[in-house]
Nanobody, 128 residues
């Protein structure tokens, strides 16, 4: 069993930065691909970024590339999402997720169905 716990959400002014963390515990072996998703008010949950440990390749939603960076630490048990130049449109609940499917095409990790384990989410609010 794998548990995912997000932290680091909060309020930030437009143009500001925030770093989200996700602590993964359980039998990931430090090798489960992980990703970030978000759900903006009134919208469906959407893909943000994912990382595959086998080759340390990251994959981003096209609209977020360049502002958001996914990374890891602590033997790949902690996942981060660095978010820069935030706008009110980034206001959302952000979720981290992990999957035991290690060998998919990188773009496949943008799909929710791929993931077996989800965190409870952390709220990010961008406003002045």
């Amino acid at each position: 069993q794998v548990q995912m716990v997000e932290s680091g959400g909060g309020w930030v002014q437009p143009g500001g930065s925030l770093r989200l963390s996700c602590a993964a515990s359980g039998d990931t072996g430090g090798s489960y691909p992980m990703g970030w998703f978000r759900q903006r008010p009134g919208k469906e949950r959407e893909f943000v970024a994912a990382i595959r440990w086998s080759d340390n390749h990251a994959y981003y939603a096209r609209s977020l590339r360049g502002r958001f960076t996914i990374s890891t630490a602590n033997a790949k048990n902690t996942l981060y999402l660095q978010m820069n130049n935030l706008t009110p449109e980034d206001t959302a609940v952000y979720y981290c997720a992990a999957t035991s499917r290690k060998s998919l095409n990188l773009g496949s990790y943008a799909a929710e169905w791929v993931y077996d384990y989800w965190g409870q989410g952390t709220q990010v609010t961008v406003s002045s």
